[in-house]
C-alpha cells in the first residue's frame, strides 16, 4: 500500500478492482463503511462476481475476468477526452509533458505489439523505449502537451480506440453503468476530491497482472490521487505478514531491501554497483536509489560481518549468482523439479500440491525429489502427497521429513500488514510438544549445515562458514535479529558524513541515512532501517495519539520507511508547499520555521519551487511519476489482451490474441488452450472466502471456521444451471484441459451471465482452499484445474480467468 | 447498570461471522459437522451449540439489482420475555438490572415449553435437553466487558452499549425503523433499518402466544401434581405441535 488501512476513511472515492476486501480484509470495511456513512464517500466495485462487497457498494459493475485494462484503458480516454486530468499535479509530477524517442511505436501502430518484438524469443527489444534527453541528458518535455512525441499525445493515440463501446463489447459490462463509474471516478481529478483503489490478485493473477496495476497507477497520476490521504494505489495483501516477507527478500530477484539478487555477469562489486546505482541529470531530482551502494555494503556486512572487508569485495562473490536471462520463479522451480533437476525442496509454510496452479503437475514433480522437508503447523497435501489421489507409494522414492512449528501466538516478532506498518507481536502460549519457532528450526539447521561443512568440507563453504551469525545457541533471541536488520556500527565513526556526531561500534543506526558504503555499518534490510534504534524497539510502540485526525497514528509502532504512513507525499502539496487539499494535509511547508509538518516527509528539502527543493517521486531517476513504464517486460502502456484461455476474440487486436511475451511451460503436463475449445465454453475463476485461508492448511483444521464453509464449491449463474439441470446443493463436475474436480453448486444471481461480442459468457466461480486430506468430504484444490500459463514481469498464474466446463456429477 | 442492548445494523455488516466464532470460541461451544447446502450460510438453524449465526439473504430488487443482505439470527431478549413467563421452574430469567435472559441449566427440565412460547422460536437444546441459547454474554457484561459478538465485529454491525443511548444513536445517524424498539416491551437486540423489517426476514409484529399466563400455570399445577414435564407430555397437552 501506498498509503495504509486507516487512510481508507479519507477517501471521496473508493475503487474495488481485483479485490474483495469484505471477504479477505475484513478490517478494511471498518474504514470503508466508516468513509461511506461519515462523508458520503462513494464505493465501486467492479467484479465478475457480486461480492460480499458488492453488498455494499453504491455502484456494482460486472465485468468479464480478465477485461480489467479495457476498463481502465476507456477510463484513461475518458480522462483525457473531457480534460479532467489535474493539470497542475500532472505537469509538475508525472512523465505526461515528456518526449519519448520518436522511433518508439505502439500497438496502434504496430497490429498489438510494441516496437522491438522478436517473435521468435517472445521478447521485446526496449532500445526504443525511451525518453528523448537533452544535450545535458535531462529529458526533454513540452509543457503545451501537444508535441506528438510527448506522453500525452502517446496515451491518447493509445487509447483511442477503447470507446465506451469497445469497452462494453470486450467487458461484458453494461454501457450506463461503466459510464457512472468513469464519472465517478474522473470526479476526483480536483485538488480537493481523492480516490483511492483497493485491489489484490484479482488484478495480479493474470497474464497481464502487472499491466492491470499499472493501468490504475496511471490513473491515480493523470487525477493527482498519489501522495494523497485517501488516495494511492493499495495493494491489500493476502497473508498477515507477506509484505514482510516480500521486504525480507522472499522472492528470487531481491535481496532484502529490494536490492537486485546479483546476476552472474556482475562479476564484483563494483559491477553489481555500477549496474544498479540509477544516475540522473535532473537537477531537481533527489533519485534516492543512488544509495544504493551504501545498502548492499552495509548488508554483506550483516551477513558476513568482519569477514567482510573492502579489500574482498564484502564477500559478494559468496553471494548466489542468477545465472544471465535466467529466472527462478516459483512455476521455473518446478518445472525444473519435474524435470528431475532439483534433488531437495523445503515446503516451509506453505503447501504447494494444493497452491500452485496447475498443482497436478507440482504433486509430480514433487515425487521426483530426493528429500522434501515440511515445515508447517499440519501435515498436509505436500507432506502426504505421496499418498495422495493417483500416486503409488511404492513408486515414490520421495523421503519426507515433516517439521513441526509455532503458530504465530507461540513465538514473538515483527509482523509487517499491507500498509508496511510492522508490529511487534509477543508470545501468547508456550508451543505444543516438540513445535519449535521458525528462526528456531532455522538456527539449528544453519548450525548443523556449518557443522558437517567445518567436519566434511564441500566445494565452497565459505559463504556458510563465514557467516554471520550470532542469534543464539539453541533458544534464538528475534530482538537480536530485529536489532540486525536495523542496522548497527561495525566501528567507531568520527564526525559522521551526516549530522559530523561520533557514533560507537555496536550502536545501533538512526536511520538508513546513516548507512555508510565503506563497511562502518552494517544493516540487514535499510528500508527497516530506524525500527530498532538506540531509543528502543519501535515495533513495539503502541501510542494513540492523532493530532491530524487523519488517522496517521504515527506512534502506534513503526512503519517504512521512516515511519512515513503515506508514501509519495511530497505529492499532495503544491510546488510551494501548500497541500492541494487543504482539509487533509497530509503535509505542509511550515516557512517561518523552514520545515514540514505532519506526516514523515518524503525527504527534508524545501518544497519543489523554492532553491534546493526536490522532485516528489523520490525513487525514480526522473523524480516523477512515470505514466511510460519503459522497464517493463510486455511494454510501457498497458494494452488490451485476451486472457490465455478465452472463449473470446480480441477485438482491440485481431492479430494478437494473448500478452505476446507471456510465459508458458511445455512439459507433457503443462496443458494449455490458447483461445478457446467447444470442450470448455465457459469462464472459470478462482477466489478466497473470508472463512478460509488459503490453501485452508490452518483453517480446515479449525473446527470453527470449518463449520461455515465445510467444503469446495462451485458458483454457477441460474440460467446456465438450468440448461445443465443443476439446483443448489448438487454435487457437480467442473473440468479443464488439465483434469477435473467435484464441487458442490451453487446457483446465485451473484454470478450473472454477461453478454460479450454478442454471446453470453457464463462464468464459473471456484474457491482454492480445500485439499484432499482433510476433511473427507471438503473436495481437493481448484488448482488442479487451473492453467501455470504466467505473467511475464512477475511470473505470477494465470488462475482468475481459463476455460471450463460443468456438468452434474 | 442501565438496560444493556445490542445494536445489529444490517447495512454495516460484511456477513463476514466474527461473530460466530466468537461465540463459539467464548462460550467454548463445540463445531457442527456441516455440508455445504448450496449455501453460504452454515449452520443451517440455531442449535443447543450455535447461539447465533448470520443469515444470508439474497435477492433481486425490483430495478433487478442482487442484493446480499446479512441479519444476525439469535434470542433477542424480550422485554417481556415469554420464555420466562412460561418456564415451569424458573431455569430461565431476566436479569433486572441489564435486562438479559439468561438460564440455569441445572434447574432446566428440559421440557421445551419456552421454544413453544418464543415468538421467534429460539431456544434450542443440547445433548442433554437442556436449554441452550444467547445469554448476551451475560458473565462478560456483569464483568464489565461487552458480548464476545459485539467485541469481534469488525465494522460495528454489532454494537453494544446502554439501550437507551443506542437507540437515540441510531435514530439521529437516519435509521427510520427500529425493530425491537417497543415490540414485546422492548427487545434487548434492536435493528437499525432503513427499510420495512420483512426485507430483513424478520418477524413482523411479533406476539405471544395469547393463552400464555394460562399454560405457565397449567404446567406449574401439573409439577405441582408430580407429573414428570417432556416435549411429549407437551405434545400431549398441545403445548408443542406436531
Not at chain 1, 146 to 169: G, I, S, W
Not at chain 1, 202 to 207: E, F, K, L, N
Request: proline share 7%; hydrophobic share 35%.
Amino acid at each position: 500500500m501506498t498509503n495504509h488501512w486507516v487512510d481508507l476513511k479519507n477517501a471521496d472515492v473508493i475503487i474495488v478492482m481485483g479485490g474483495n476486501p469484505a471477504e479477505n480484509h475484513p478490517i478494511s470495511m471498518k474504514w470503508i463503511l466508516k468513509a461511506q456513512k461519515e462523508k458520503g464517500a462513494k464505493l465501486l466495485v467492479i467484479d465478475p462476481k457480486f461480492t460480499r462487497t458488492a453488498s455494499k457498494a453504491d455502484l456494482y459493475v460486472p465485468i468479464r475476468p480478465g477485461t480489467d485494462i479495457a476498463f481502465l484503458g476507456g477510463l484513461i480516454k475518458y480522462i483525457i477526452d473531457n480534460e479532467l486530468y489535474f493539470k497542475e499535479y500532472v505537469i509538475n509530477y508525472t512523465d505526461l509533458s515528456y518526449l519519448v524517442d520518436p522511433n518508439f511505436k505502439g500497438p496502434e501502430d504496430l497490429d498489438g505489439y510494441f516496437s522491438g518484438y522478436d517473435p521468435k524469443t517472445r521478447k521485446y527489444d526496449k532500445a526504443t523505449w525511451k525518453y528523448q534527453l537533452d544535450e545535458k541528458g535531462v529529458p526533454k518535455k513540452d509543457p503545451t502537451l501537444k508535441d506528438p512525441n510527448c506522453l500525452f499525445q502517446l496515451l491518447k493515440k493509445h487509447y483511442r480506440r477503447y470507446t465506451l463501446d469497445m469497452v462494453a463489447e470486450i467487458t461484458g459490462a453494461p454501457k450506463e453503468k461503466i459510464l457512472e463509474a468513469y464519472k465517478i471516478i474522473a470526479s476526483t481529478g480536483k485538488p480537493n476530491k481523492v480516490a483511492t483503489i483497493c485491489y489484490a490478485m484479482g488484478w495480479t493473477q493474470h497474464t497481464v497482472g502487472v499491466q492491470n496495476v499499472r493501468a490504475m497507477s496511471i490513473i491515480q497520476l493523470l487525477l493527482g490521487n498519489i501522495g494523497m490521504a485517501g488516495g494511492g494505489v493499495n495493494a491489500l495483501r493476502g497473508e498477515s505478514n507477506v509484505q514482510g516477507s516480500t521486504d525480507m527478500g522472499l522472492l528470487f530477484h531481491v535481496l532484502p531491501g529490494y536490492l537486485p539478487t546479483p546476476k552472474a555477469s556482475w562479476v564484483d562489486l563494483k559491477t553489481y554497483i555500477e549496474v544498479n546505482t540509477p544516475k540522473t541529470a535532473e537537477p531537481k531530482s533527489l533519485n534516492w536509489w543512488k544509495n544504493r551502494p551504501k545498502y548492499i555494503v552495509s548488508l554483506l556486512k550483516a551477513f558476513y560481518g568482519d569477514n567482510a572487508t573492502k579489500e574482498n569485495d564484502f564477500c559478494y562473490g559468496y553471494l548466489p549468482k542468477l545465472d544471465d536471462n535466467t529466472t527462478y520463479s516459483w512455476y521455473d522451480i518446478f518445472d525444473a523439479m519435474y524435470k528431475g533437476k532439483i534433488k531437495g525442496f523445503f515446503a516451509w509454510g506453505q503447501n504447494p500440491a494444493c497452491s500452485s496452479a496447475n498443482a497436478n503437475k507440482v504433486r509430480k514433480a514433487l515425487s521426483k525429489l530426493d528429500w522434501l522437508v515440511c515445515v508447517n503447523l499440519w501435515d498436509n497435501e505436500t507432506s502426504s502427497f505421496w499418498k495422495g489421489p493417483g500416486m503409488d507409494p511404492k513408486k515414490i522414492k520421495t523421503e519426507v521429513f515433516f517439521l513441526p512449528c509455532a503458530s504465530s501466538v507461540e513465538k514473538q516478532g515483527s509482523i509487517t500488514n499491507s500498509g508496511r506498518l510492522a508490529q511487534w507481536r509477543y508470545k501468547a502460549v508456550e508451543p505444543p510438544g516438540k513445535c519449535m519457532p521458525d528462526a528456531e528450526i532455522m538456527n539449528e539447521l544453519y548450525h548443523k549445515i556449518k557443522e558437517l561443512y567445518q567436519k566434511q568440507g564441500g566445494v565452497f563453504p565459505d559463504p556458510i562458514l563465514k557467516l554471520n551469525w550470532n542469534y543464539g545457541d539453541k533458544h534464538v533471541d528475534i530482538e537480536k535479529v530485529a536489532k540486525e536488520i536495523n542496522g548497527y556500527y561495525t566501528k567507531d565513526v568520527v564526525s559522521h558524513p551526516i549530522d559530523k556526531k561520533t557514533y560507537k561500534k555496536g550502536q545501533q543506526v538512526p536511520s538508513f541515512v546513516f548507512l555508510l558504503d565503506d563497511g562502518s555499518t552494517a544493516c540487514g534490510n535499510w528500508i527497516f532501517s530506524a525500527s530498532f534504534t538506540e531509543a528502543g524497539n519501535m515495533m513495539k510502540r503502541r501510542g494513540k495519539e492523532d493530532p491530524t485526525g487523519l488517522g496517521l497514528y504515527s506512534n502506534w509502532a513503526w512503519c517504512w520507511p521512516l515511519n512515513r504512513r503515506i508514501i509519495y507525499n511530497r505529492a499532495s502539496v503544491d510546488p510551494m508547499g501548500n497541500p492541494w487539499d487543504p482539509q487533509r494535509p497530509v503535509i505542509k511547508w511550515d516557512a517561518q520555521n523552514k520545515k514540514w509538518v505532519g506526516d514523515v516527509p518524503d525527504g527534508p528539502q524545501p518544497p519543489l519551487a523554492m532553491e534546493g527543493g526536490v522532485l516528489p517521486f523520490i525513487m525514480k531517476p526522473s523524480g516523477v511519476g512515470t505514466i511510460f513504464g519503459a522497464g517493463l517486460a510486455d511494454g510501457p502502456f498497458p494494452t488490451y489482451y485476451e486472457p490465455v484461455e478465452s472463449p473470446f476474440k480480441n477485438l482491440l487486436y485481431p492479430k494478437v490474441h494473448f500478452n505476446p511475451v507471456a510465459r508458458t511451460y511445455d512439459s507433457p503436463d503443462d496443458k494449455f488452450v490458447v483461445g478457446t475449445d467447444p470442450k470448455y465454453p465457459y469462464v472459470g475463476t478462482t477466489y478466497r472466502v473470508t472463512e478460509h485461508w488459503q490453501t485452508g492448511v490452518m483453517t480446515r483444521h479449525t473446527p470453527w471456521l470449518l463449520e461455515l464453509e465445510p467444503q469446495i464449491f462451485a458458483e454457477i449463474d441460474p440460467e446456465l444451471a438450468k440448461e445443465k439441470g443443476i439446483k443448489s446443493g448438487d454435487k457437480v463436475i467442473v473440468s479443464s484441459p488439465r483434469g477435473e474436480i467435484w464441487a458442490i453448486a451453487i446457483v446465485t444471481e451473484r454470478i450473472r451471465p454477461l453478454i460479450v461480442q454478442g454471446k453470453k459468457c457464463h462464468m464459473i466461480g471456484i474457491p482454492w482452499h480445500y485439499g484432499w486430506k482433510f476433511p473427507k468430504n471438503g473436495g481437493d484444490s481448484a488448482n488442479l484445474i487451473t492453467p501455470n500459463v504466467v505473467d511475464p514481469n512477475t511470473f505470477i498464474q494465470e488462475t482468475k480467468c481459463f476455460i471450463v466446463n460443468i456438468r452434474k456429477a | 447498570m442501565a438496560r444493556k442492548a445490542l445494536l445489529i445494523t444490517p447495512d454495516l455488516c460484511v456477513g463476514c461471522r466474527g461473530c460466530q466464532v466468537a461465540c463459539k470460541s467464548w462460550n467454548d461451544l463445540p463445531a457442527e459437522e456441516t455440508k455445504n447446502n448450496g449455501t453460504h450460510e452454515n449452520p443451517p438453524d440455531l442449535t443447543g451449540y450455535t447461539y447465533n449465526r448470520i443469515r444470508f439473504i439474497e435477492k433481486v430488487n425490483e430495478k433487478g439489482e442482487v442484493q446480499w443482505l446479512f441479519v444476525s439470527h439469535r434470542c433477542l431478549h424480550c422485554g417481556e420475555p415469554a420464555c420466562v413467563e412460561i418456564c415451569p421452574v424458573k431455569a430461565l430469567k431476566k436479569d433486572a438490572e441489564t435486562g438479559i435472559v439468561y438460564y440455569d441449566k441445572n434447574q432446566c427440565i428440559g421440557c421445551q415449553a419456552c421454544q413453544a412460547a418464543c415468538p421467534f422460536n429460539i431456544p434450542r437444546y443440547d445433548k442433554n435437553g437442556k436449554i441452550s441459547k444467547c445469554h448476551f454474554c451475560i458473565d462478560r457484561v456483569k464483568a464489565g466487558l461487552s458480548p464476545a459478538c459485539a467485541k469481534t465485529c469488525p465494522t460495528e454491525a454489532i454494537k453494544y452499549g446502554n439501550r437507551e443511548e443506542l437507540i437515540k444513536e441510531a435514530k439521529a445517524e437516519g435509521y427510520s425503523v427500529l425493530y425491537g424498539e417497543t415490540e414485546l416491551g422492548g427487545l434487548g437486540v434492536v435493528y437499525a433499518l432503513k427499510a420495512s423489517p420483512k426485507e430483513y426476514n424478520l418477524a413482523e409484529n411479533p406476539k405471544k402466544p395469547e393463552n400464555l399466563i394460562a399454560m405457565g400455570q397449567m404446567l406449574r399445577t401439573l409439577i405441582e401434581k408430580g407429573v414428570a414435564l417432556s416435549p411429549s407430555v407437551l405434545k400431549d397437552i398441545g403445548l408443542i405441535k406436531g
